[in-house]
C-alpha cells in the first residue's frame, strides 16, 4: 500500500507539471519564442494559437485529473502516446534536416514529459487491474 502511495505522488507530480506547461510553460515559450529558432519557417501565428490551444486545454485537463489521476487515466495515457509521437517525429525531422535541430530543444523534450506519466502510470496497472 505504501509502494502504491508512493506512485500515485510520483504521478501526481508529473500531472501537476503538465498542468504548468500547459497553462503557463507552452503559451510563454510559444509568444517569446523563448527557444529562438523554435518557431516552424515562414513564422504563422496561426500555426502559434493552435499549438498553444491543444497545450493549454492539456493543461486545463491535467488541472482537473491532479486530486485523482487514476480516475483519469485515460486521459493520462493519451498524454504519455501523444507525447511519444509528437517527440519522435520531430526527432526524426531534425535528425534529417539541420535546419530543424532546435525542435530537439522544442518539442523532443516532450519525450521525457511522456515518460514522466507513463512510468508511473505502468507501475500502478498492477495494483488496478
Not at 507539471?17 to 513564422?43: E, K
Not at 498553444?52 to 493519451?78: E, M, Q
Not at 534536416?97 to 521525457?112: C, E, K, T
Request: include cysteine.
Amino acid at each position: 500500500m505504501l509502494i502504491e502511495k508512493n506512485i500515485i505522488a510520483s504521478l501526481r507530480g508529473g500531472v501537476i507539471a503538465w498542468a504548468f506547461m500547459g497553462l503557463f510553460g507552452i503559451p510563454f515559450a510559444v509568444f517569446f519564442d523563448l527557444l529562438d529558432g523554435w518557431r516552424w519557417n515562414p513564422y504563422n501565428a496561426i500555426y502559434d494559437q493552435m499549438i498553444v490551444s491543444i497545450y493549454f486545454a492539456v493543461g486545463i485537463c491535467s488541472a482537473l485529473a491532479i486530486k485523482n489521476p487514476i480516475k483519469h487515466s485515460s486521459f493520462l495515457w493519451f498524454i504519455v502516446i501523444s507525447s511519444f509521437t509528437h517527440g519522435g517525429v520531430m526527432l526524426y525531422h531534425a535528425s534529417l534536416n539541420p535546419h530543424h535541430i532546435s525542435h530537439l530543444l522544442g518539442d523532443v523534450w516532450i519525450l521525457a514529459g511522456g515518460i514522466s506519466l507513463a512510468i508511473p502510470m505502468w507501475r500502478l496497472r498492477k495494483y488496478h487491474d
